[in-house]
């Protein structure tokens, strides 16, 4: 067999300087929309939340200075149909656009504020990115004024009760320094309430509601409140939040999402006992399929919904229980269930997972889930999912000291532990990111896109992976990408920055998988 390993070691240097085509090549409205999508320029996508800087995208602020209103355009239709993990970057371009561009590019700025910020987060970001930019200056004060004039006096108020501050911003804050005008005496008494928690008969319904419960005397009272307005756990005071019968009352009208982050807090208080009505309000949540498919969360979420759960303790919270059995088999199935969810790519993949001992041992990012049970789930679902996917390990073979790509045998069929138990049996140190192309050179494999997950061991040995790829590429006829997802890592960089085939993706979260599908995709 041909050992392109060797060959590739005798072509490194004249390749490094040449100057073939790249497929998909970078330019500064590529890097643009990138950023929109990844919070950054570079190819390089961060799974945990950061602050984004101005300094570090020099192609967003060409492209603003160059596309005008044109530019604003494209980040409000970025932000309302792209599937960004994220709607900060399109929130912070915006702010650019309004802070930097001209007069034009300011009006259109602000003009296209309420539907770039929908939400309380988004305006809160909004207002975080231009005091950093320049202060609360003139446009962004119209801007912010804007968006509580477009909200709808409910729909505001029950924002403003549910998400009462970010980053250290404050409704009073924004209301303060932009002064938005109040169109009906509700609206009024909503502003005055916020300013200064004068109550007044025109407050909102949901208003009302949660300044009574903040002074509920009773569990009884409390719960009654939490029915009548249909608050969510995110008005319930401290104190009641450990309270069963209040919890049972918020747990009726929980979404899914929320009900994975309450579990242990609602084991940890007793509403879900190994018997009774506790478990009967949230097993349809969890147990019917129909559910979970309409909750539309990635089985990663469940996984680590699974994984908190099984710890038994939150010590953010202070709080410690007794993982209930029939709670565990729920978030399995569930898991399972939720694979509808994920979405198919269409192509043809070669995935390469990370055995090695370190994965067990290093945890993704910010979660308590080891990073060999995150790979092997993702193994999983691809499996499941995917009609043309190619499983492999990297793995030293007995007898030999180097690294080699073995087939996995994981498949649909299978469940989690299985899944588990097979990711386990191979082991190898830090991986070799161009082994995945190389492999498929050498077995003809015809390959789309190369997705290699491990944890914090990273690295380029003795053939680039942009080397590789661009090998591959060359000698397939085929327009492949490249994803290198290290799902424990701080940082590396191996994608080459300006091939917008390759992505690297630190970290790891519930939105990472449709990010690395769409990317493939697209």
Not at 18 to 40: C, H, K, Q, Y
Not at 472 to 500: C, E
Request: proline share 5%.
């Amino acid at each position: 067999m041909f050992d392109y390993r060797k060959f590739l070691l005798r072509r490194i240097k004249p390749r490094v300087v040449d100057t073939v085509a790249l497929p998909f090549p970078m330019n500064d409205w590529s890097r643009f929309e990138r950023f929109l999508i990844l919070g950054s320029e570079n190819g390089r996508y961060v799974a945990r939340e950061r602050a984004l800087n101005a300094e570090h995208i020099p192609a967003v602020l060409r492209s603003i200075e160059v596309g005008g209103a044109h530019a604003v355009s494209v980040i409000e239709e970025k932000s309302l149909t792209s599937r960004a993990p994220s709607n900060a970057p399109a929130v912070f371009a915006l702010a650019l656009a309004a802070v930097h561009g001209n007069a034009a590019v300011k009006r259109a700025a602000v003009a296209a504020l309420p539907r770039v910020c929908r939400t309380t987060e988004h305006i809160f970001q909004f207002a975080e990115a231009a005091q950093g930019l320049r202060g609360f200056d003139p446009t962004t004060k119209r801007a912010v004024a804007l968006w509580y004039a477009e909200q709808k006096t409910d729909d505001l108020a029950r924002q403003i009760v549910t998400s009462r501050q970010r980053g250290g911003w404050t409704h009073r804050d924004l209301i303060r320094l932009s002064q938005p005008l109040a169109a009906d005496p509700a609206r009024k008494a909503l502003y005055d309430w916020v300013a200064t928690e004068k109550t007044s008969p025109a407050l909102p319904s949901v208003v009302k509601g949660y300044v009574a419960l903040q002074h509920a005397k009773t569990a009884d009272e409390a719960a009654a409140l939490i029915a009548a307005h249909d608050l969510p756990i995110e008005t319930v005071p401290k104190h009641w939040r450990r309270d069963e019968k209040v919890l049972r009352a918020v747990v009726e009208r929980m979404p899914v999402k929320t009900l994975l982050r309450e579990l242990g807090r609602l084991t940890a208080t007793g509403v879900l006992k190994s018997s009774g009505e506790g478990l009967n309000l949230i097993m349809p949540s969890l147990r019917d399929i129909t559910r979970v498919w309409h909750s539309h969360l990635h089985p990663f979420a469940f996984l680590l919904a699974l994984d908190d759960y099984r710890r038994g303790s939150d010590n953010a919270e202070k709080l410690t229980w007794e993982p209930l059995p029939q709670v565990v088999d729920a978030l399995e199935a569930a898991f399972h269930a939720a694979f509808a969810n994920a979405e198919t790519t269409g192509k043809r993949l070669l995935i390469a997972v990370d055995g090695s001992y370190s994965m067990g041992a290093s945890h993704v990012v910010g979660t308590g889930l080891s990073a060999r049970d995150a790979v092997a789930a993702m193994a999983l679902v691809s499996a499941s999912i995917e009609r043309e996917c190619h499983l492999a390990a990297f793995a030293v073979p007995s007898g030999s000291d180097e690294q080699r790509l073995l087939p996995v045998r994981i498949n649909a069929t299978m469940r989690l532990p299985e899944a588990l138990r097979e990711i386990a049996n191979y082991s190898s140190d830090s991986v070799d990111c161009a082994l995945p192309m190389l492999y498929a050179l050498e077995n003809d494999l015809k390959v789309d896109a190369f997705v290699v997950y491990t944890d914090s061991e990273v690295r380029a040995k003795s053939v680039h992976p942009a080397l590789a790829l661009r090998e591959y590429r060359a000698r397939s006829g085929i327009a492949a990408k490249l994803v290198i997802a290290g799902v424990a890592s701080g940082g590396f960089s191996i994608a080459d920055t300006n091939d917008g085939g390759m992505l690297d993706v630190i970290g790891f979260n519930e939105k990472t998988p449709r990010l690395i599908a769409d990317f493939i995709r697209g």
